[in-house]
T-cell receptor
Framework: DTGVSQDPRHKITKRGQNVTFRCDPI?????LYWYRQTLGQGPEFLTY????????KSRLLSDRFSAERPKGSFSTLEIQRTEQGDSAMYLC???????????FGSGTQLSVL | DAKTTQPTSMDCAEGRAANLPCNHS???????VYWYRQIHSQGPQYIIH???NNETNEMASLIITEDRKSSTLILPHATLRDTAVYYC?????????????FGSGTQLTVLP
């Protein structure tokens, strides 16, 4: 159990650029979640995958956001045409069916200048 | 519409028990109480969860009132490393909820 791994840890980009983050869940976990967290707030749910199927998306996930989990293992979260309001910590979590625990990664801190 | 109410911040002396309260007066019969914590610059960490009965694990104890409208997370011997934001969440089981909704939590500061 190597934990949930996220890459990169930090990303600085200019407004209007596209960015992509990667999440590697715990290997046997079939469920994967993306959350976003801004300063002083708790994490907010973005989207949920069971295996490769994206089963739930928050209204926070605008058209500029897309998430994939092509083979049911790692996942990517892409933000197109970034805006300053996208600056946040993007957290990935995983779990397995029947387990009530979410295991979170350390997140990717995005700064949009 | 908040499902849980927690104090914004609390202090606790190192070595003493930390008791973190949470009110969830509108909890439904199928909803669990989950506790997570988040140490600065890290992702949230699962602590414990329960439905009706009190629960204990190696990290903490969870005391749920009989009417289930409130609960208390107990860290029996707080250390400086327990300084973190503690989140109390009520939710149906993950299998049906598919997500957890975090509030703003309680900032616990353990003082030397």
């Amino acid at each position: 159990d190597t934990g949930v791994s996220q890459d990169p840890r930090h990303k600085i980009t200019k407004r209007g650029q596209n960015v992509t983050f990667r999440c590697d869940p715990i290997s046997e976990h079939n469920r994967l979640y993306w959350y976003r967290q801004t300063l002083g707030q708790g994490p907010e749910f973005l989207t949920y995958f069971q295996n490769e199927a994206q089963l739930e998306k928050s209204r926070l996930l605008s058209d500029r956001f897309s998430a994939e989990r092509p083979k049911g293992s790692f996942s990517t979260l892409e933000i197109q045409r970034t805006e300053q309001g996208d600056s946040a910590m993007y957290l990935c979590a995983s779990s397995s069916t029947g387990d009530e625990k979410l295991f979170f990664g350390s997140g990717t801190q995005l700064s949009v200048l | 519409d908040a499902k849980t109410t927690q104090p914004t911040s609390m202090d606790c002396a190192e070595g003493r028990a930390a008791n973190l309260p949470c009110n969830h007066s509108t909890i439904s019969g199928n909803e669990y109480v989950y506790w997570y914590r988040q140490i600065h610059s890290q992702g949230p960490q699962y602590i414990i969860h329960g439905l009706k009965n009190n629960e204990t694990n190696e990290m903490a104890s969870l005391i749920i009132t009989e009417d289930r409208k409130s609960s208390t997370l107990i860290l029996p011997h707080a250390t400086l490393r327990d300084t973190a934001v503690y989140y109390c969440i009520v939710s149906p089981a993950l299998g049906s909820a598919r997500q957890l909704t975090f509030g703003s939590g309680t900032q616990l500061t353990v003082l030397p």
